[in-house]
């Protein structure tokens, strides 16, 4: 092989491998992209157009209802309850989660030497699956005078406050949405950890040497820097928080009555429990779009945001 050879530039090697017959590589996935085609793009096609009909889930009788699985969900309390307790938990998750995420990253990116030992048990309740979790919070919330968080509460002089932490219905629901933050929060912390990781030591001692403060470099250095961090994590949670299933399921089944029902519960009851497989894919249908939407605004206003730090 020639020096010239060696040195052939991309523009040459591109024409060659085109003359000479070399597949393109979009093709590699094209086998991918049929078995994902076949296995969740065909299936949820079709079973978005049950929420049409008023098919219960057995069988094949079914008829067409047009509008009317929809017309019911913006007449049902129920729904439009779960409605109001999934964007309450959601905005709880994303602005609770994220604020202890970011005080987490900011405490274990220096110089002490339990920073290590501090991330990896901060971390940890990401790994366990949510189900053990929420039984494990399902114990702490026991409403017994002499279990759980009330008997720590009993035990350092706090019993005025104790209560029945999943059985009251104005407090429920964020019995659990702490469940979910305290199980997520060492997962955002680590996003932004690797967004603080990438934040050049130079800009901070540059600041410094001008006297900025530990809160101004804060402020117009590392936040602004944080940007793409902070667009991942919003993403996640909010996603997560619009979608909140397990968790609801394992620790109230939605009760006490309707007080923790999310949308995801309520698709899930209608489907399973009162056999109305129609009316549960129209309150699916609207579940996606409405994340979605709220995805694809929440990415255009984070990634302006991004550009403009």
């Given at each position: 092989?020639?020096a010239?050879?060696?040195?052939?530039p991309?523009?040459?090697?591109k024409?060659?491998?085109r003359?000479?017959?070399?597949?393109?590589?979009?093709?590699?996935?094209?086998?991918a992209?049929?078995?994902?085609?076949?296995?969740?793009?065909?299936?949820?096609?079709?079973?978005?157009?049950?929420?049409f009909?008023?098919?219960?889930?057995?069988?094949?009788q079914r008829?067409?209802?047009?509008?009317?699985?929809?017309?019911?969900l913006?007449?049902d309390?129920?729904?439009?309850?779960?409605?109001?307790n999934?964007?309450?938990l959601?905005?709880?998750?994303?602005?609770?989660?994220?604020g202890?995420?970011?005080?987490?990253?900011?405490?274990?990116?220096?110089t002490?030497?339990?920073?290590?030992?501090?991330?990896?048990?901060?971390?940890?309740?990401?790994?366990?699956?949510?189900v053990?979790?929420?039984?494990?919070?399902?114990?702490?919330?026991?409403?017994?005078p002499?279990?759980?968080?009330n008997a720590?509460?009993?035990?350092?002089g706090?019993?005025?406050?104790?209560?029945d932490?999943?059985?009251?219905?104005?407090?429920?629901?964020?019995?659990?949405?702490?469940t979910?933050?305290?199980?997520?929060?060492?997962?955002?912390?680590?996003?932004?950890?690797?967004g603080?990781?990438?934040?050049?030591?130079?800009l901070?001692?540059?600041?410094?040497?001008?006297?900025?403060g530990t809160v101004?470099?804060?402020?117009?250095i590392?936040?602004?820097l944080?940007?793409?961090?902070?667009?991942?994590?919003?993403?996640?949670?909010t996603v997560?928080?619009?979608?909140?299933?397990?968790?609801?399921?394992?620790?109230?089944?939605?009760?006490?009555?309707?007080a923790?029902d999310t949308?995801?519960?309520v698709l899930y009851?209608?489907?399973?429990?009162?056999g109305?497989?129609?009316?549960?894919?129209?309150?699916?249908?609207?579940?996606?779009?409405?994340?979605?939407?709220?995805?694809?605004?929440?990415?255009?206003?984070?990634?302006?945001?991004?550009?403009?730090?």
């Open positions: 092989m020639t010239q050879a060696l040195v052939t991309p523009a040459a090697v024409r060659v491998r003359g000479g017959g070399i597949t393109p590589p979009w093709l590699f996935a094209v086998p992209l049929l078995v994902y085609a076949l296995v969740m793009l065909y299936p949820s096609i079709v079973g978005a157009g049950s929420a009909t008023d098919w219960s889930g057995v069988g094949e008829s067409f209802v047009g509008l009317a699985n929809f017309r019911e913006l007449h309390d129920q729904a439009l309850g779960a409605l109001r999934t964007l309450l959601t905005v709880a998750i994303v602005v609770v989660q994220n202890i995420g970011l005080l987490l990253a900011l405490g274990v990116h220096t002490i030497k339990s920073r290590m030992v501090l991330r990896v048990v901060f971390f940890a309740p990401v790994v366990v699956s949510p053990m979790v929420s039984f494990l919070w399902k114990y702490v919330y026991n409403p017994a002499d279990a759980g968080l720590a509460l009993n035990a350092v706090l019993g005025a406050l104790r209560q932490w999943l059985g009251n219905p104005s407090i429920a629901i964020w019995s659990v949405a702490f979910v933050i305290w199980q997520c929060a060492g997962y955002s912390m680590v996003i932004f950890l690797a603080l990781e990438g934040v050049p030591k130079e901070h001692e540059s600041a410094m040497v001008d006297g900025a101004a470099r804060f402020r117009h590392t936040w602004p944080l940007a793409p961090a902070v667009t991942i994590n919003v993403m996640l949670s997560g928080g619009l979608t909140l299933f397990t968790q609801i399921i394992a620790m109230t089944n939605g009760g006490p009555g309707y923790t949308l995801s519960t009851k209608q489907a399973f429990v009162y109305k497989f129609g009316y549960s894919t129209a309150v699916a249908l609207v579940l996606a779009i409405f994340v979605a939407a709220v995805s694809f605004i929440q990415i255009a206003y984070l990634r302006s945001r991004e550009t403009a730090a």
